[in-house]
């Protein structure tokens, strides 16, 4: 089976910086597609964005563009989220997700099988 575990996250002021990481074992890393996704106390789960990792494809949510950075090693079996000008409202709980198949909608919590336990972000205003 696939495992995915987040780390990275931590305790900010708004403005700040963090980089979220997750590892992935259990399958080939190649040509599948993993998101980042967050979930903040009595809230629904929202997506943040989606990488390709067999083909240059990257996408974002709107709440996030021009601020955060998903990216991968694939050597490393590792993907990353680089979030820049953090604001309270991003204060969540991070989870990476992937699915093997790359077809469907990249958005969907409902097309990602596999999810690790997810890391907490907290931003201070």
């Known amino acids: 089976q696939v495992q995915l575990v987040e780390s990275g996250g931590g305790s900010v002021q708004a403005g700040g910086s963090l980089r979220l990481s997750c590892v992935a074992s259990?399958?080939?890393?190649?040509?599948?597609?993993m998101a980042w996704f967050r979930q903040g106390p009595g809230t629904e789960r929202e997506w943040v964005a989606t990488?390709?990792?067999?083909?240059?494809?990257?996408r974002y949510g709107d709440s996030v563009k021009g601020r955060f950075t998903i990216s991968r090693d694939n050597a490393k079996n590792t993907l990353y989220l680089q979030m820049n000008s953090l604001k309270p409202e991003d204060s969540a709980m991070y989870y990476c997700?992937?699915?093997?198949?790359?077809?469907?909608?990249?958005?969907?919590?409902?097309?990602?099988?596999?999810w690790g336990q997810g890391t907490q972000v907290t931003v201070s205003s």
């Open positions: 990488l390709y990792t067999g083909v240059d494809i990257i």
């Open positions: 259990g399958s080939t890393f190649s040509n599948v597609r």
């Open positions: 997700a992937l699915n093997l198949a790359v077809s469907g909608n990249y958005h969907k919590e409902e097309n990602f099988k596999y």
